[in-house]
């Protein structure tokens, strides 16, 4: 089971409200690459991974839920002040008549998040490599969002987030190494 | 928001040292999953389990729980509902 800590992972601050940002945020939301395929992806994978990874799909997993917690965050604060006409310029006004400010699990073009996006394999190479370039992809679009504002609080935020894909890609790509090793010990007997 | 219980410099600063210290927990953590064997890492780790407590507790007993179901206990009236919750900080 999972406790609920009452704080966020890394402090989340914005300086302006900016709905147009919170909707190019949303890809990190429910798009393919987001936090919330990242989470259950890590997490759906860890009943069938050998033991020896176990434990880092489902820690890994469980600090997705908290990095999906800090992206709402800032679309809550970058919209909680937004007018509808605001709304509208942004180019939310579909969002708006569906879901007024409420957060919704879909991507920066409206798409909703889909289970498609994720895969498990059984395989578990196929699913650690799945995993890594999962972080790879994230960290890029972290990078594009950070280029997208001039915001420098909303920036702090996802510079922090784009690090962590960083982590997550290292620490994959060693549980690859130990399977190997695991698979080449198996072989000598 | 008037029903918003207002909170003081004090929380934010005590709040930053949790999530730095538990920035190293999280950090230590994945480390040690894929190496086991590291007994500095591993020493580090249990050092910050002690340090984290000793900042939890504090903010505990002037801002309420910070962990739901029995993780922490809560003053009367019930204090796990109030806010800000982490999105309202």
Redesign the interface.
Known sequence: MW??????????RVSKCDPYMAKLLLEQYGGADGELAAALRYLNQRYTIPNK?I??LN??GT?EFAHL?MI??MV??LTKDATPEQLRAAGLADHYVNHDKALYYQNASGVPWTAAYIQAKGDPIADLYEDIAAEEKARATYQWLIDMTDDVDLQDGLKFLRQREV??SQ?FR??VE?LKEERDRKKIF | MSDMRQVDERYYQL??Q??AV??VL??L???L???NDDVDALNQFNYYVQERWKIAREIESSYG?????G?SASGFPWQWDDTP???QV
């Open positions: 406790y609920y800590e009452k704080k966020l992972q890394y402090p989340v990874v434990g880092l820690d890994i600090e917690e709402a965050t809550y604060k982590v997550h620490r060693e549980a130990l | 709040l930053e949790l999530q538990d920035f999280v950090e953590n994945l480390y999953d894929t190496h729980p910070l962990q739901g179901f993780n919750w982490p999105w």
